[in-house]
Protein backbone atom coordinates (compact mmCIF):
# COMPACT_ATOMS: atom_id res chain seq x y z
CA UNK A 1 0.00 0.00 0.00
CA UNK A 2 1.59 3.81 -1.32
CA UNK A 3 1.99 6.24 1.30
CA UNK A 4 3.15 10.25 1.16
CA UNK A 5 6.84 8.21 2.70
CA UNK A 6 7.14 6.17 -0.17
CA UNK A 7 6.74 8.61 -2.44
CA UNK A 8 9.14 11.00 -1.15
CA UNK A 9 11.59 8.23 -0.62
CA UNK A 10 12.28 7.80 -4.24
CA UNK A 11 11.33 11.44 -5.31
CA UNK A 12 14.62 12.61 -6.50
CA UNK A 13 14.87 8.93 -8.59
CA UNK A 14 11.70 9.61 -9.97
CA UNK A 15 12.45 14.09 -10.76
CA UNK A 16 15.91 12.34 -12.66
CA UNK A 17 14.21 9.67 -14.63
CA UNK A 18 12.04 12.80 -15.43
CA UNK A 19 15.07 14.98 -16.48
CA UNK A 20 16.52 12.19 -18.48
CA UNK A 21 13.52 11.92 -20.01
CA UNK A 22 13.32 15.28 -21.48
CA UNK A 23 16.76 15.42 -22.42
CA UNK A 24 16.31 12.23 -24.10
CA UNK A 25 13.43 14.05 -26.84
CA UNK A 26 15.32 17.31 -26.66
CA UNK A 27 18.22 15.45 -28.03
CA UNK A 28 15.88 14.02 -31.23
CA UNK A 29 14.38 17.77 -31.68
CA UNK A 30 17.69 19.88 -31.18
CA UNK A 31 19.90 17.07 -33.39
CA UNK A 32 22.55 19.28 -35.33
CA UNK A 33 21.79 22.24 -33.60
CA UNK A 34 23.96 23.58 -30.22
CA UNK A 35 24.42 21.02 -28.15
CA UNK A 36 25.13 22.88 -25.31
CA UNK A 37 21.38 23.69 -24.26
CA UNK A 38 21.60 20.15 -23.28
CA UNK A 39 23.93 21.09 -20.78
CA UNK A 40 21.94 23.91 -19.66
CA UNK A 41 19.05 21.74 -19.43
CA UNK A 42 20.77 19.16 -17.75
CA UNK A 43 21.91 21.82 -14.90
CA UNK A 44 18.88 23.54 -14.51
CA UNK A 45 16.64 20.68 -14.03
CA UNK A 46 19.21 19.35 -11.38
CA UNK A 47 19.44 22.41 -9.84
CA UNK A 48 15.54 22.41 -9.78
CA UNK A 49 15.36 18.78 -8.51
CA UNK A 50 18.20 19.72 -5.51
CA UNK A 51 16.03 22.43 -4.65
CA UNK A 52 12.40 20.92 -4.33
CA UNK A 53 13.72 18.04 -2.35
CA UNK A 54 15.72 20.42 -0.42
CA UNK A 55 11.82 21.78 0.93
CA UNK A 56 9.89 18.76 0.47
CA UNK A 57 11.71 15.60 0.36
CA UNK A 58 13.67 15.93 4.14
CA UNK A 59 12.66 12.48 6.43
CA UNK A 60 11.12 13.70 9.32
CA UNK A 61 11.91 9.99 11.09
CA UNK A 62 13.62 7.12 9.45
CA UNK A 63 10.99 4.95 7.74
CA UNK A 64 11.66 1.49 6.12
CA UNK A 65 9.56 1.63 2.23
CA UNK A 66 9.29 -1.05 -0.53
CA UNK A 67 9.04 -4.15 2.06
CA UNK A 68 12.13 -2.81 3.59
CA UNK A 69 14.30 -2.54 0.25
CA UNK A 70 15.18 1.15 1.12
CA UNK A 71 15.64 3.05 4.00
CA UNK A 72 14.10 6.85 4.22
CA UNK A 73 15.91 8.74 6.54
CA UNK A 74 18.87 11.58 6.75
CA UNK A 75 22.25 9.70 5.98
CA UNK A 76 20.15 8.70 2.51
CA UNK A 77 19.07 12.20 2.13
CA UNK A 78 21.94 13.46 2.93
CA UNK A 79 23.78 11.94 0.36
CA UNK A 80 21.71 11.97 -2.24
CA UNK A 81 21.46 15.56 -2.02
CA UNK A 82 25.41 15.85 -2.71
CA UNK A 83 25.04 13.50 -5.51
CA UNK A 84 22.56 15.74 -7.24
CA UNK A 85 24.72 18.81 -6.45
CA UNK A 86 28.02 17.05 -7.75
CA UNK A 87 26.24 16.08 -11.31
CA UNK A 88 25.07 19.49 -11.46
CA UNK A 89 28.31 21.12 -11.04
CA UNK A 90 29.79 17.79 -13.53
CA UNK A 91 26.93 18.60 -16.20
CA UNK A 92 28.34 22.36 -16.39
CA UNK A 93 31.87 21.16 -16.71
CA UNK A 94 30.65 18.92 -19.53
CA UNK A 95 29.16 21.51 -21.46
CA UNK A 96 32.59 22.26 -22.93
CA UNK A 97 34.05 19.18 -23.51
CA UNK A 98 34.25 18.40 -27.51
CA UNK A 99 33.03 15.15 -27.02
CA UNK A 100 30.57 15.05 -24.26
CA UNK A 101 28.75 18.07 -24.56
CA UNK A 102 26.66 17.96 -27.45
CA UNK A 103 26.08 14.21 -27.02
CA UNK A 104 22.52 13.93 -25.33
CA UNK A 105 23.50 10.58 -24.09
CA UNK A 106 26.68 11.73 -21.91
CA UNK A 107 24.66 13.58 -19.81
CA UNK A 108 21.68 11.00 -20.01
CA UNK A 109 24.60 7.90 -18.16
CA UNK A 110 24.94 10.77 -15.65
CA UNK A 111 21.88 10.93 -14.40
CA UNK A 112 21.55 7.20 -14.77
CA UNK A 113 24.53 6.90 -12.45
CA UNK A 114 23.21 9.67 -9.88
CA UNK A 115 19.96 7.62 -9.65
CA UNK A 116 22.13 4.26 -9.00
CA UNK A 117 24.14 6.10 -6.38
CA UNK A 118 21.05 7.72 -4.76
CA UNK A 119 19.85 4.03 -4.07
CA UNK A 120 23.53 2.79 -2.61
CA UNK A 121 22.59 5.57 -0.16
CA UNK A 122 19.59 4.36 0.95
CA UNK A 123 19.27 0.43 0.25
CA UNK A 124 19.08 -1.58 3.17
CA UNK A 125 18.72 -4.94 1.08
CA UNK A 126 21.30 -6.99 -0.42
CA UNK A 127 19.75 -7.21 -3.51
CA UNK A 128 18.55 -3.78 -3.83
CA UNK A 129 22.46 -2.82 -2.80
CA UNK A 130 23.47 -4.91 -5.99
CA UNK A 131 21.42 -3.71 -8.19
CA UNK A 132 22.31 -0.15 -7.06
CA UNK A 133 25.76 -0.73 -7.35
CA UNK A 134 25.79 -2.03 -10.66
CA UNK A 135 23.34 1.46 -12.02
CA UNK A 136 26.05 3.07 -10.88
CA UNK A 137 29.00 1.42 -11.97
CA UNK A 138 27.83 0.45 -15.93
CA UNK A 139 26.98 4.52 -16.60
CA UNK A 140 30.39 5.00 -15.43
CA UNK A 141 32.21 2.63 -17.80
CA UNK A 142 30.47 4.05 -20.83
CA UNK A 143 31.48 7.41 -19.87
CA UNK A 144 35.24 6.75 -18.77
CA UNK A 145 35.51 5.16 -22.11
CA UNK A 146 33.18 7.70 -24.03
CA UNK A 147 35.91 9.42 -26.50
CA UNK A 148 36.60 6.64 -28.67
CA UNK A 149 39.28 8.26 -30.94
CA UNK A 150 41.24 8.51 -27.69
CA UNK A 151 43.08 5.64 -26.78
CA UNK A 152 43.98 6.54 -23.29
CA UNK A 153 39.61 7.05 -22.93
CA UNK A 154 39.23 3.64 -24.63
CA UNK A 155 42.00 2.34 -22.32
CA UNK A 156 40.35 3.78 -19.35
CA UNK A 157 36.84 2.66 -20.14
CA UNK A 158 37.84 -0.87 -20.79
CA UNK A 159 40.01 -1.27 -17.25
CA UNK A 160 37.42 0.45 -15.76
CA UNK A 161 34.97 -2.59 -16.28
CA UNK A 162 37.19 -5.61 -16.75
CA UNK A 163 38.30 -4.58 -12.96
CA UNK A 164 34.82 -3.33 -11.73
CA UNK A 165 33.09 -6.47 -13.27
CA UNK A 166 36.03 -8.76 -11.39
CA UNK A 167 34.94 -6.91 -8.30
CA UNK A 168 31.87 -6.85 -8.05
CA UNK A 169 31.82 -10.42 -8.71
CA UNK A 170 33.77 -11.33 -5.23
CA UNK A 171 31.26 -8.68 -3.44
CA UNK A 172 28.48 -10.74 -5.14
CA UNK A 173 29.90 -13.78 -3.81
CA UNK A 174 29.71 -12.39 -0.03
CA UNK A 175 26.44 -11.42 -0.18
CA UNK A 176 25.65 -14.79 -1.44
CA UNK A 177 26.90 -16.23 1.39
CA UNK A 178 25.32 -13.95 3.89
CA UNK A 179 21.54 -15.40 2.09
CA UNK A 180 23.02 -19.10 1.84
CA UNK A 181 23.65 -18.92 5.97
CA UNK A 182 20.89 -16.33 7.06
CA UNK A 183 17.84 -16.93 4.83
CA UNK A 184 17.52 -13.58 4.14
CA UNK A 185 18.50 -10.40 2.21
CA UNK A 186 17.34 -7.77 4.84
CA UNK A 187 20.22 -5.73 6.50
CA UNK A 188 17.93 -5.40 9.14
CA UNK A 189 17.02 -8.99 10.09
CA UNK A 190 20.41 -10.96 9.34
CA UNK A 191 21.74 -12.13 12.17
CA UNK A 192 23.55 -15.84 13.42
CA UNK A 193 27.03 -15.22 12.14
CA UNK A 194 29.56 -17.68 13.31
CA UNK A 195 33.61 -16.36 13.34
CA UNK A 196 34.88 -17.99 10.18
CA UNK A 197 31.87 -16.89 8.71
CA UNK A 198 31.89 -13.48 9.43
CA UNK A 199 35.85 -12.78 8.91
CA UNK A 200 35.23 -14.37 5.27
CA UNK A 201 31.91 -12.38 4.48
CA UNK A 202 34.17 -8.71 5.31
CA UNK A 203 36.89 -10.20 3.65
CA UNK A 204 34.88 -10.58 0.42
CA UNK A 205 32.62 -7.44 0.93
CA UNK A 206 35.38 -5.00 1.34
CA UNK A 207 36.80 -6.09 -2.46
CA UNK A 208 34.11 -4.92 -3.79
CA UNK A 209 33.86 -1.68 -1.98
CA UNK A 210 37.27 -0.74 -1.13
CA UNK A 211 37.53 -0.96 -5.09
CA UNK A 212 34.96 0.99 -5.26
CA UNK A 213 36.26 3.95 -3.17
CA UNK A 214 40.22 3.10 -4.18
CA UNK A 215 41.17 1.07 -1.26
CA UNK A 216 44.96 0.17 -1.32
CA UNK A 217 45.47 -2.70 -2.16
CA UNK A 218 42.32 -2.54 -4.51
CA UNK A 219 43.55 1.25 -6.05
CA UNK A 220 45.72 -0.02 -8.86
CA UNK A 221 42.89 0.27 -11.31
CA UNK A 222 42.00 4.41 -10.18
CA UNK A 223 45.41 6.39 -11.86
CA UNK A 224 45.20 4.66 -15.50
CA UNK A 225 41.46 5.31 -15.16
CA UNK A 226 41.12 9.04 -13.83
CA UNK A 227 44.37 10.34 -16.30
CA UNK A 228 42.28 8.45 -19.55
CA UNK A 229 38.16 9.08 -18.60
CA UNK A 230 37.51 12.58 -20.09
CA UNK A 231 38.31 15.13 -17.24
CA UNK A 232 34.51 16.39 -15.77
CA UNK A 233 33.97 12.49 -15.73
CA UNK A 234 37.11 11.83 -13.85
CA UNK A 235 36.00 14.71 -11.23
CA UNK A 236 32.73 12.85 -10.83
CA UNK A 237 34.10 9.60 -10.14
CA UNK A 238 36.86 10.46 -7.57
CA UNK A 239 33.91 12.66 -5.71
CA UNK A 240 30.48 11.83 -5.95
CA UNK A 241 31.23 7.72 -6.69
CA UNK A 242 33.12 7.38 -3.81
CA UNK A 243 31.22 9.27 -1.56
CA UNK A 244 28.48 6.68 -2.80
CA UNK A 245 30.67 3.72 -1.90
CA UNK A 246 31.49 5.11 1.81
CA UNK A 247 27.67 5.40 1.98
CA UNK A 248 27.40 1.60 1.39
CA UNK A 249 29.94 1.22 3.14
CA UNK A 250 29.07 2.56 6.45
CA UNK A 251 25.58 1.66 6.26
CA UNK A 252 26.45 -2.12 5.21
CA UNK A 253 28.98 -2.86 8.06
CA UNK A 254 27.21 -0.75 10.69
CA UNK A 255 24.15 -2.78 9.87
CA UNK A 256 25.68 -6.11 9.89
CA UNK A 257 28.07 -6.01 12.18
CA UNK A 258 27.51 -3.06 14.88
CA UNK A 259 29.49 -1.36 17.72
CA UNK A 260 28.28 -4.15 20.16
CA UNK A 261 28.45 -6.97 17.88
CA UNK A 262 31.43 -9.61 18.73
CA UNK A 263 32.88 -8.87 15.36
CA UNK A 264 33.41 -5.25 15.34
CA UNK A 265 37.12 -5.34 16.71
CA UNK A 266 37.63 -7.29 13.94
CA UNK A 267 36.47 -5.54 10.61
CA UNK A 268 37.42 -2.36 12.37
CA UNK A 269 41.06 -3.68 12.87
CA UNK A 270 41.06 -4.60 9.46
CA UNK A 271 39.68 -1.04 7.93
CA UNK A 272 42.12 0.71 10.50
CA UNK A 273 45.08 -1.28 8.81
CA UNK A 274 44.13 -0.83 4.94
CA UNK A 275 44.05 3.16 5.97
CA UNK A 276 47.14 2.96 7.30
CA UNK A 277 48.11 1.75 3.89
CA UNK A 278 46.06 3.61 1.56
CA UNK A 279 47.16 7.01 3.36
CA UNK A 280 50.72 5.91 3.02
CA UNK A 281 50.70 4.60 -0.67
CA UNK A 282 48.56 7.65 -2.02
CA UNK A 283 50.62 10.06 -0.73
CA UNK A 284 54.27 8.82 -1.15
CA UNK A 285 53.13 7.65 -4.92
CA UNK A 286 51.88 10.91 -5.80
CA UNK A 287 55.30 12.69 -4.77
CA UNK A 288 57.00 11.06 -7.72
CA UNK A 289 53.96 12.23 -10.59
CA UNK A 290 54.74 14.66 -13.42
CA UNK A 291 51.07 14.47 -14.51
CA UNK A 292 48.37 16.29 -12.51
CA UNK A 293 45.53 13.89 -12.99
CA UNK A 294 47.49 10.97 -11.88
CA UNK A 295 48.89 13.01 -8.97
CA UNK A 296 45.26 13.55 -8.18
CA UNK A 297 44.64 10.57 -8.88
CA UNK A 298 47.01 9.24 -5.50
CA UNK A 299 45.71 11.96 -3.93
CA UNK A 300 42.56 10.45 -4.32
CA UNK A 301 43.23 7.34 -2.62
CA UNK A 302 45.13 9.09 0.74
CA UNK A 303 41.81 11.33 0.76
CA UNK A 304 40.01 7.61 1.06
CA UNK A 305 42.29 6.75 3.51
CA UNK A 306 41.59 9.80 5.58
CA UNK A 307 38.03 8.97 5.59
CA UNK A 308 38.20 5.94 6.37
CA UNK A 309 39.44 7.32 9.53
CA UNK A 310 36.14 8.20 10.45
CA UNK A 311 34.82 4.59 9.24
CA UNK A 312 37.32 2.96 12.06
CA UNK A 313 36.40 5.13 14.99
CA UNK A 314 32.67 3.28 14.96
CA UNK A 315 30.83 6.07 16.62
CA UNK A 316 27.93 8.62 16.15
CA UNK A 317 30.86 11.37 15.66
CA UNK A 318 33.06 9.08 13.75
CA UNK A 319 30.67 8.65 10.85
CA UNK A 320 28.63 12.49 11.04
CA UNK A 321 32.79 13.52 10.81
CA UNK A 322 32.81 10.74 7.74
CA UNK A 323 30.06 12.43 5.97
CA UNK A 324 30.93 15.80 6.30
CA UNK A 325 34.53 15.30 5.22
CA UNK A 326 32.83 13.76 2.04
CA UNK A 327 30.80 17.13 1.49
CA UNK A 328 34.01 18.76 1.94
CA UNK A 329 36.23 16.58 -0.78
CA UNK A 330 33.09 16.52 -3.20
CA UNK A 331 33.49 20.32 -3.24
CA UNK A 332 37.15 20.60 -2.92
CA UNK A 333 38.09 17.94 -5.97
CA UNK A 334 35.38 18.87 -8.13
CA UNK A 335 37.06 22.16 -7.89
CA UNK A 336 40.57 20.91 -8.28
CA UNK A 337 39.19 18.53 -11.78
CA UNK A 338 36.88 21.27 -13.29
CA UNK A 339 40.48 23.47 -13.12
CA UNK A 340 41.72 21.20 -14.77
CA UNK A 341 39.61 20.74 -17.75
CA UNK A 342 39.70 24.11 -17.99
CA UNK A 343 43.18 24.34 -18.25
CA UNK A 344 43.75 21.38 -20.52
CA UNK A 345 41.22 22.37 -22.98
CA UNK A 346 43.07 25.69 -24.14
CA UNK A 347 46.75 24.19 -23.70
CA UNK A 348 45.60 20.77 -24.19
CA UNK A 349 48.18 19.47 -21.46
CA UNK A 350 48.34 17.69 -18.21
CA UNK A 351 51.52 17.94 -17.05
CA UNK A 352 52.59 19.46 -13.93
CA UNK A 353 55.29 21.62 -15.75
CA UNK A 354 52.87 23.05 -18.07
CA UNK A 355 50.67 25.19 -15.53
CA UNK A 356 53.85 27.78 -15.43
CA UNK A 357 52.31 31.23 -14.84
CA UNK A 358 48.81 30.16 -14.99
CA UNK A 359 48.41 32.71 -12.42
CA UNK A 360 49.26 35.86 -14.75
CA UNK A 361 47.32 33.87 -17.54
CA UNK A 362 43.97 33.78 -15.65
CA UNK A 363 44.53 35.07 -12.15
CA UNK A 364 40.62 33.78 -11.20
CA UNK A 365 41.18 30.45 -12.18
CA UNK A 366 44.39 30.20 -10.44
CA UNK A 367 42.77 31.84 -7.48
CA UNK A 368 40.73 29.28 -7.58
CA UNK A 369 43.10 26.47 -7.87
CA UNK A 370 44.88 28.28 -4.57
CA UNK A 371 41.60 27.57 -2.64
CA UNK A 372 41.26 24.14 -3.79
CA UNK A 373 44.69 22.72 -3.27
CA UNK A 374 44.84 24.47 0.55
CA UNK A 375 41.64 22.48 1.04
CA UNK A 376 42.64 19.46 -0.06
CA UNK A 377 45.93 19.93 2.13
CA UNK A 378 44.12 20.13 4.98
CA UNK A 379 44.85 24.22 5.88
CA UNK A 380 42.43 26.77 7.73
CA UNK A 381 40.40 28.23 6.89
CA UNK A 382 38.79 25.96 4.59
CA UNK A 383 36.89 22.92 4.21
CA UNK A 384 39.77 20.42 4.06
CA UNK A 385 41.19 21.41 7.12
CA UNK A 386 37.48 21.46 9.04
CA UNK A 387 37.23 17.80 7.74
CA UNK A 388 40.34 16.89 9.00
CA UNK A 389 40.18 18.00 12.25
CA UNK A 390 37.04 16.03 13.17
CA UNK A 391 37.92 12.54 11.51
CA UNK A 392 41.21 12.64 13.48
CA UNK A 393 39.44 14.04 16.80
CA UNK A 394 37.07 10.98 16.27
CA UNK A 395 39.69 8.26 15.89
CA UNK A 396 41.07 9.83 19.54
CA UNK A 397 37.62 9.52 21.03
CA UNK A 398 37.88 6.23 20.31
CA UNK A 399 41.00 5.63 21.15
CA UNK A 400 43.00 5.20 18.01
CA UNK A 401 45.51 7.93 18.44
CA UNK A 402 48.20 5.65 16.54
CA UNK A 403 45.60 6.13 13.61
CA UNK A 404 45.31 9.86 13.95
CA UNK A 405 49.32 10.23 14.28
CA UNK A 406 49.44 8.29 11.15
CA UNK A 407 46.53 10.49 9.56
CA UNK A 408 48.19 13.79 10.61
CA UNK A 409 52.01 12.66 9.65
CA UNK A 410 50.46 11.67 5.95
CA UNK A 411 48.76 15.17 5.63
CA UNK A 412 52.41 16.57 6.15
CA UNK A 413 53.69 14.32 3.33
CA UNK A 414 50.75 15.39 0.84
CA UNK A 415 51.31 19.20 1.78
CA UNK A 416 54.61 18.92 -0.33
CA UNK A 417 52.58 17.95 -3.34
CA UNK A 418 49.98 19.81 -3.11
CA UNK A 419 52.33 23.26 -2.67
CA UNK A 420 54.67 22.02 -5.19
CA UNK A 421 51.91 22.61 -7.66
CA UNK A 422 51.19 25.76 -6.06
CA UNK A 423 54.85 26.83 -6.61
CA UNK A 424 54.61 26.01 -10.13
CA UNK A 425 51.75 27.89 -10.83
CA UNK A 426 52.45 31.04 -9.06
CA UNK A 427 56.15 31.18 -9.50
CA UNK A 428 57.18 29.46 -12.43
CA UNK A 429 56.73 31.57 -15.84
CA UNK A 430 56.30 30.15 -18.95
CA UNK A 431 60.07 29.80 -20.74
CA UNK A 432 60.71 32.26 -23.29
CA UNK A 433 56.52 33.03 -23.41
CA UNK A 434 55.06 36.60 -22.06
CA UNK A 435 52.10 34.73 -19.76
CA UNK A 436 49.91 38.04 -20.98
CA UNK A 437 50.21 36.90 -24.16
CA UNK A 438 48.31 33.69 -23.88
CA UNK A 439 45.47 33.94 -21.66
CA UNK A 440 43.27 31.01 -20.60
CA UNK A 441 39.46 32.39 -21.17
CA UNK A 442 36.72 30.89 -18.76
CA UNK A 443 33.21 30.02 -20.32
CA UNK A 444 29.78 31.19 -18.62
CA UNK A 445 29.38 27.35 -17.38
CA UNK A 446 33.24 27.06 -15.63
CA UNK A 447 33.12 30.48 -14.29
CA UNK A 448 29.63 29.45 -12.51
CA UNK A 449 30.64 26.37 -11.00
CA UNK A 450 34.07 27.07 -10.11
CA UNK A 451 32.47 30.18 -8.43
CA UNK A 452 29.76 28.46 -6.78
CA UNK A 453 32.70 25.25 -5.76
CA UNK A 454 35.47 28.02 -4.18
CA UNK A 455 32.46 29.49 -2.56
CA UNK A 456 31.62 26.48 -1.10
CA UNK A 457 34.67 25.40 0.43
CA UNK A 458 35.34 28.78 1.96
CA UNK A 459 31.74 28.50 3.39
CA UNK A 460 32.26 25.14 4.86
CA UNK A 461 35.49 26.04 6.36
CA UNK A 462 34.50 29.31 8.39
CA UNK A 463 30.86 28.85 8.90
CA UNK A 464 31.42 24.67 9.66
CA UNK A 465 28.52 24.50 12.45
CA UNK A 466 25.50 23.91 10.64
CA UNK A 467 27.21 21.76 8.30
CA UNK A 468 28.11 19.46 10.70
CA UNK A 469 25.59 19.23 12.51
CA UNK A 470 23.33 18.12 9.48
CA UNK A 471 26.27 15.54 9.11
CA UNK A 472 25.71 14.53 12.91
CA UNK A 473 21.95 14.07 12.23
CA UNK A 474 22.95 11.92 8.83
CA UNK A 475 25.03 10.14 11.50
CA UNK A 476 22.25 9.24 14.48
CA UNK A 477 20.20 7.09 12.08
CA UNK A 478 22.81 4.38 12.34
CA UNK A 479 23.07 4.35 16.28
Known amino acids: MFNSSMILAILPEILLLLLGLLILILDIVLKGKDGRNLGWVAAGGLLFILVLNVFLAKPTMPTDVFGGMIRYDMLGYVFKMLFIFGAMLTSLFMMDSEKLGNRGESYILLLVATIGMNLMASATDLIMLYLAIETTSIPMYILAGFMRDDKKSTEAGLKYLLFGAMASTVMLYGFSLIFGFTGTT ?235 VLKVVYLHRMEGENEEAHPIPLSRPYAIALSVLSAGILLIGIIFGPWFNIASSAAAGLF
Open 186 to 420: ALGAISGFSLPLALGVIVLILVGIAFKISLAPFHFWAPDVYEGAPTPITGFLSTASKAAGFAVLMRLFIGLFPPASAYAPSWTLIMAVLATITMTVGNVVALSQSNIKRMLAYSSIAHAGYALVGVVSLSELGVGSVTFYLIAYVLTNLAAFGIIAAFSKVTGSEKISDFAGMSRRNSGLALAMLVAFLSLTGMPPFGGFVAKVFVFAAAVKADMVWLAIVGILNSIVGLYYYLT
